[in-house]
């Protein structure tokens, strides 16, 4: 079975860290880059970073310096560590595995951050 799970998400208080996991399928294969999307309560789902299989990364502006992605590409797992969390950072994190034919979605992992 096709698919991508996310796995780390969960309740922390401001200030806090976490540490964000997503493993794709043995059977995604090809792929080009692996990375995370949240999406807030009301607002749209936004990028937060991605990397290749390269290992070149790439980070939405807003997100840079609080969030670190990494990867292992013979686990095909993508980690996304999130630091000195703000009540903002609440989203649920949808993790994205991109290969030469299709995009894969995970079902998303709820980060709530209290403050």
């Known amino acids: 079975q096709v698919q991508v799970v996310e796995s780390g998400g969960g309740l922390v208080q401001a200030g806090g860290s976490l540490r964000l996991s997503c493993a794709a399928s043995e059977r995604i294969f090809s792929i080009n880059t692996m990375g995370w999307y949240r999406q807030a309560p009301g607002k749209q789902r936004e990028l937060v970073a991605t990397?290749?299989?390269?290992?070149?990364?790439y980070y939405a502006d807003s997100m840079k310096g609080r969030f670190t992605i990494s990867s292992d590409n013979a686990k095909k797992t993508v980690y996304l560590q999130v630091s000195s969390l703000k009540p903002e950072d609440t989203a649920v994190y949808y993790c994205?595995?991109?290969?030469?034919?299709?995009?894969?979605w995970g079902q998303g992992t709820q980060v709530t951050v209290s403050s």
């Open positions: 994205i595995v991109v290969t030469q034919i299709e995009n894969y």
């Open positions: 990397i290749t299989t390269g290992g070149y990364t």
